[in-house]
């Protein structure tokens, strides 16, 4: 039978590191420290303080032991390790070989996750870095270790879960009793004052103004951010980039209106942070009359179903479904009178260019390959468009005897650049409708609408005289 000889081990590598560094040699152990607190209340100001301080007197007392650094972050989560910059650079500078030993407080220091943990903490044992837990009293080179740090691990996530369980309750609880929480970071037209309620930015109310009109009067979310873009104007975060999304969330965005609806988006994994829109998972709040409005609701209200009837478009009685198109002034209010489909604007280059509006089905007829229906609706010149309505104002216009003053009088406000005529204006027109008045009664017509443009005359008179 063979003999076996055992060699025992080196009294554990660890143990050295940590408690029993050779001090018959000459090269000192390089040692860091690792501290973090998770919000920046003045409590745990102190305790972050107090970390600090601790490990640097820990290390420099230490002859064997030489300072490489004291990584600290303050005011960041431990449940994953994307934002927390020093905890980042001390692993780049582990696996750069510049550090043996890394002390830290206690395992929810260092990580509340516990895949991040054992993933970073296993990363660190190749490299032949040590981790030393002052609490619990862990070592991650020693070999009982990597099974105590997955239970403490796991602790230590659980109480972080009941944590962010027990925070959205409490924020649920405030939404319920009608305390808002609104964040006015990046938000246009919006501060808050020494209450935390929400006042109106007058400046930026102002733009705000501007998107909802020139939505209101026609406008795409493209044009509007092209013109803002143009007049170097400043969106919620100070940028002169507006992006369409930019205008369509201002023009969804009740608290324009004075109400919040709260809890649009919840969190779905408290470790990612990542938050998602709440489509009915979970309860929502919407509290009206909450702050000052910058838009009125009768405003809002339209621009909403403007909104909704670009969304869902429009089918017309062949069955076919369009959107809503809007970029020339014939857009959606030409139809086929045979087949019913809507007509579209094509550019045709045949003796020079010219636009032509054209049957959509029409368009899309292709009988080789079997595509779409035949239509004998015919192609229309936009000139000949043009010309037809303006034959069609105008006989319109001819149509109402009232018409020409009408158009005088805003001819004149124009030109006057006032919201009204003025008294002369006023008397002149009186004096007018008198006359016309008296013809039309002795030919016997119909003349109360008469009677009432001069009772509206004569008001109009009375207020500019008292001016």
């Not at 009294?11 to 000459?26: A, F, P, R, T, W």
């Not at 509006?357 to 390959?369: A, E, K, P, S, V």
Request: proline residues 2%; contains cysteine.
């Amino acid at each position: 039978m063979a003999k076996v000889r055992v060699i025992p081990s080196e009294n554990g590598k660890v143990g050295k590191l940590i408690q029993h560094h050779d001090k018959e040699s000459k090269k000192k152990l390089r040692v860091a420290a690792y501290c973090r607190v998770s919000t920046e209340y003045e409590e745990q100001a102190g305790s972050y303080a107090t970390q600090v301080e601790h490990y640097t007197d820990e290390i420099e007392k230490n002859p064997d032991w030489q300072m490489v650094k004291i990584y600290a972050d303050e005011g960041i989560s431990a449940t994953n390790t994307f934002k927390r910059e020093d905890f980042n650079q001390m692993i780049a500078d582990s696996e750069a070989g510049k550090i043996d030993l890394i002390l830290i407080m206690s395992i929810s220091r260092f990580a509340r996750n516990t895949i991040d943990c054992l993933q970073y903490i296993r990363k660190l044992k190749e490299w032949h870095v040590a981790v030393y837990f002052e609490k619990e009293n862990i070592n991650t080179l020693d070999t009982k270790g990597e099974v105590l740090l997955t239970i403490m691990t796991s602790l230590a996530q659980q109480e972080s879960e009941a944590l962010s369980r027990n925070v959205t309750m409490g924020i649920r609880y405030r939404f319920q009793q009608d305390k808002v929480l609104i964040n006015t970071y990046h938000f246009l037209g919006f501060d808050k004052d020494e209450n935390g309620k929400l006042t109106i930015n007058k400046k930026q109310a102002e733009v705000v103004k501007q998107i909802f009109y020139s939505y209101l009067n026609g406008k795409t979310t493209t044009q509007i951010a092209k013109e803002l873009e143009q007049d170097q104007i400043p969106n919620g975060a100070g940028k002169t980039h507006w992006h369409t999304s930019n205008i369509s969330k201002i023009l969804r965005n009740e608290k324009y209106i004075g109400d919040a609806l709260l809890q649009k988006t919840y969190t779905i994994d408290f470790l990612t942070k990542k938050r998602i829109k709440n489509t009915g998972e979970v309860p929502q709040y919407y509290v009206e009359d909450d702050h000052p409005a910058i838009i009125p609701k009768s405003f809002f209200y339209k621009v909403q179903k403007i909104l909704d009837k670009r969304r869902d478009g429009f089918t017309v009685p062949n069955g076919t479904h369009h959107m809503y198109p809007n970029k020339y002034c014939f857009s959606c209010i030409v139809y086929c009178g045979h087949c019913g489909d809507i007509y579209y604007r094509n550019i045709w280059y045949t003796d020079g260019r010219k636009a032509v509006w054209r049957c959509y089905t029409r368009i899309n007829f292709n009988h080789r390959r079997g595509r779409g229906r035949r239509c004998p609706g015919r192609n229309v010149l936009e000139k000949d468009l043009k010309q037809a309505t303006l034959m069609t104002f105008n006989q319109l216009i001819r149509q109402h005897h009232l018409a020409d003053e009408q158009i005088n009088q805003d001819i004149m406000k124009v030109i006057n650049n006032t919201d009204g005529p003025t008294l002369d204006e006023v008397n002149a027109q009186l004096d007018r409708a008198k006359k016309k008045l008296l013809e039309t009664a002795t030919m016997g017509d119909d003349y109360q609408e008469l009677i009432d443009h001069i009772k509206s005359l004569q008001q109009q008179q009375a207020v500019l005289s008292n001016q």
